[in-house]
């Protein structure tokens, strides 16, 4: 079935080739495209040019995929049809977010997050979804065995405290070019970031659900909650894609 969709997330997965890219269809439902050997990077270029980005409305080829919950939102895509419609309208993009937004983290995940960080595979829930009326309280950018890590912590509307890995492909690209080309310290590049997004008119944060993972062989398997898209009005990239970090 074709359907455009406008692209919400284009977050980076663990491996480097690979990301994955949600977006909104007209009746409101997220969809998350998904392929044999995951969605490649090239898929998103349509010769040197980004087309599949936040705000952008894409055309898919979807059929249904074997959903594994609470990732209800898969569909099988061919990559040889994908048809670029050109940006939305900052004011369509705002109603788009706000539409499909909840004030409570808690809302999201209908009670099954656990500890504020995780959901059971298997939970009959969604695995993503946009928070509105959030507050931002810190950015992180600590460094472990020399790769830079990304973290943002929050506050929905119940004053909750949230500390989550940030998955957002362009946020990401943006703080290692200030940090690893731009040679700016780490401390300075997360208090100027904190900063530009506290003083933003308004910020939707998109909060998806990992694939199932096990810290240790011991542990049982969880999706941990994590930041996959930021957005705000005015927008902090400027329009800024996260190709436009990579030189």
């Known amino acids: 079935m074709r359907q455009i969709i406008v692209i919400t997330d284009l977050t980076q997965m663990p491996e480097g080739d690979q990301v994955c890219v949600v977006g909104i269809n007209e ?3 997220c969809i998350r495209p998904v392929c044999e050997g995951g969605f490649q990077k090239r898929y998103l270029y349509v010769g040197k040019n980004v087309v599949i980005r936040p705000r952008a409305r894409i055309e898919f080829d979807f059929t249904e995929a074997k959903i594994e919950p609470p990732h209800i939102e898969d569909r099988t895509f ?3 049809f994908i048809i ?3 940006l939305c309208s900052n004011a369509d993009w705002e109603s788009i977010l706000r539409n499909s937004s909840y004030a409570r983290v808690e809302d999201i995940y209908n009670g099954f997050l656990q500890d504020g960080k995780w959901v059971k595979p298997g939970s009959p829930t969604r ?3 946009t928070l509105s009326k959030a507050s931002t309280a ?3 950018v600590p460094e472990w065995e020399g790769k830079l890590r990304y973290r943002l912590s929050f506050r929905d ?8 890995a940030v998955s957002d492909l362009a946020f990401r690209e943006l703080i290692y070019k200030e940090v690893k080309k ?3 310290p780490r401390s300075d590049v997360s208090r100027e970031l904190t900063g530009i997004l506290k003083r933003v008119d308004l910020i939707y944060l998109r909060l998806g659900l990992a694939r199932p993972f096990k810290k240790s062989t011991a542990d049982e398997p969880r999706c941990y909650l994590q930041v996959t ?3 705000t009005f005015p927008d902090y990239l400027h329009g800024k894609t996260f190709a436009d970090f990579l030189t």
């Open 157 to 164: 509307v119940t004053g909750h405290l949230f500390d989550c």
């Open 78 to 80: 061919d990559p040889s």
């Open 84 to 86: 670029n419609h050109g």
């Open 182 to 184: 731009n040679n700016h």
């Open 229 to 231: 898209s930021v957005h």
């Open 127 to 129: 695995s993503i979804a």
């Open 27 to 29: 009746y409101g439902e």
């Open 138 to 140: 810190n950015v992180q």
